[in-house]
């Protein structure tokens, strides 16, 4: 079926063009997003007021949407930070490192621990749960700071991240953009995830192995590596709250053990996207609740609300800079519909999908066309070093490919969001990587350097994979 092209159309995808060049140039992308939203309002209504009032309904419209990746990630955060202070952080990781005996052990061993904290805590509070503890066990068996720093970087966020299965904010995002369900897309990434991951991880290591025989290995330290996490947490996270032996213990093997249950329930109740979200969210605001009560007892009602402005704080200034990105990138779907009513022509399902439809009717595509796009765009929307304020473009433009194709939306969207979050998430981008690079005390730059041929032989044979999958 044609569909007639209109102005917004045509404005919509020069935006889309202005966005990936100044993502190329490393440039932040929020201010065209808002002069985009102005002006696809101003096509929209044909007033001035109603474009204006057009950006800020957008600001709310993706605010809603994101809300609840926003909410769950505040909240683990906060969870997150009462544990590191009463350090039962420590107590919950310490019997896992007698299993670090050996340089290999240490990196796949922290490598491992930091995928599954990640998956629960997220990777930057998840450095900070176990980097402290680990890192000086991992030194002493042989491991380079550098090789640590590694393993927790590509375990933590590119692994665990660019899934995101439990926290769900990734395919959340790109799922929205591309108009999928958010477990399509969980469902689409799960071999891409664990090509990505197998084929970097060990390439990497091989790597850090070739280099430390032949010597010319540079663990590129820039501080002591003692684990001590003062510079990635801030000074006011190093005060301790002291918590009897017993109790700590105790509540070290509760805190998982209910975590656990939460996937259990969730593969049982058949919950996903939301309610799997909400589960998680629900279980870390009880877990921050009881253990602030019981490590501040007295002032237990005032420590708590302070942990969750902590975590608010977190979240707010993680998503701060993708809401008005996201913002654009809804109005490509069904906010522009929401926000302006029957705009756009009869039997349209959105800018995106429209562009889409004429592409396939003018270019021929195929899916290895798609794959590649998809994983350059992706890449491309992560050298702003967020690896989230992209990928809504990447989901975006997915569904523009899926619709031209006829086939694979899901696989497309989920290879966009792997390129964006390794790309963008922490493992290239040097001002991306301060999390694990602090904790290890080592340049963030030479990790950068370590990780950038791994990851871009993932990202290559990843893409492949796709191919065949489209």
């Not at 102005?7 to 140039?25: D, E, T």
């Not at 994101?66 to 952080?89: D, E, H, K, P, Q």
């Not at 299993?99 to 629960?120: C, D, E, K, N, Y």
């Not at 926290?167 to 897309?185: C, E, F, N, R, Y």
């Amino acid at each position: 079926m044609d569909i007639q092209l209109l102005p917004i159309h045509w404005v919509y995808l020069v935006f889309i063009g202005f966005i990936l060049a100044i993502l190329i140039k490393r440039r932040d992308t929020t201010m065209i997003c808002v002069v985009g939203i102005f002006a696809l309002g101003l096509l929209a209504t044909e007033t001035l007021s109603g474009s204006v009032s057009g950006i800020f309904n957008s600001f709310i419209y993706a605010t809603k949407e994101l809300m609840g990746t926003i909410m769950i990630i505040s909240i683990v955060v906060a969870m997150s930070r009462v544990l590191i202070r009463t350090g039962i952080n420590e107590t919950m990781v310490a019997p896992l490192t007698r299993f670090l005996r050996t340089p290999a052990m240490a990196f796949w061993g922290i490598g491992i621990i930091m995928m599954v904290t990640s998956w629960f805590f997220w990777p930057s509070p998840g450095v900070a749960l176990i980097g402290a503890v680990l890192l000086p066990v991992a030194v002493r068996v042989g491991l380079p700071a550098l090789g640590a720093a590694m393993a927790m970087n590509l375990f933590g966020h590119g692994i665990a991240l660019s899934g995101d299965y439990i926290i769900q904010g990734a395919p959340k995002l790109t799922a929205d953009a591309a108009g999928l369900p958010v477990s399509s897309v969980m469902e689409a990434s799960i071999p891409l995830v664990i090509v990505m991951g197998l084929v970097t991880t060990i390439t990497a290591f091989w790597m850090m192995r070739r280099d430390m025989k032949k010597g010319t290995w540079r663990d590129g330290l820039i501080a002591s590596n003692s684990g001590d996490s003062s510079s990635l947490v801030g000074a006011d996270e190093q005060v301790k709250v002291n918590l009897a032996p017993k109790l700590k213990k105790l509540l070290a093997i509760l805190i998982p053990l209910l975590f656990a249950l939460d996937v259990v329930a969730m593969f049982v109740l058949h919950l996903q996207g939301g309610d799997a979200t909400a589960l998680v969210g629900g279980t870390a605001v009880f877990i921050l609740i009881a253990v602030t009560l019981l490590a501040h007892r007295n002032q237990g009602l005032e420590q708590t609300t302070s942990y969750l402005i902590e975590g608010f704080v977190f979240g707010f200034k993680v998503f701060g800079p993708v809401i008005p990105i996201a913002a654009f990138f809804y109005l490509g779907d069904s906010a522009f519909t929401e926000l302006y009513g029957k705009i756009l022509p009869e039997g349209s399902h959105g800018i995106v999908n429209d562009l889409g439809v004429a592409l396939a009717g003018h270019v021929p595509l195929n899916g290895a066309v798609g794959a590649v796009t998809l994983t350059v765009v992706g890449a491309i929307t992560g050298l702003d070093g967020s690896g989230f304020s992209g990928i809504s473009l990447a989901g975006s433009i997915a569904q523009l490919f899926a619709t031209a194709i006829g086939s694979g939306a899901a696989v497309l969207t989920a290879l966009g969001q792997v390129a964006a979050i390794w790309v963008g998430g922490g493992t290239l981008i040097p001002w991306a990587l301060i999390p694990a690079a602090a904790i290890c005390g080592v340049s963030p730059f030479e990790l950068a350097r370590r990780n950038l041929k791994p990851v871009l032989i993932g990202l290559a044979v990843t893409t492949v994979v796709a191919m065949f999958l489209v």
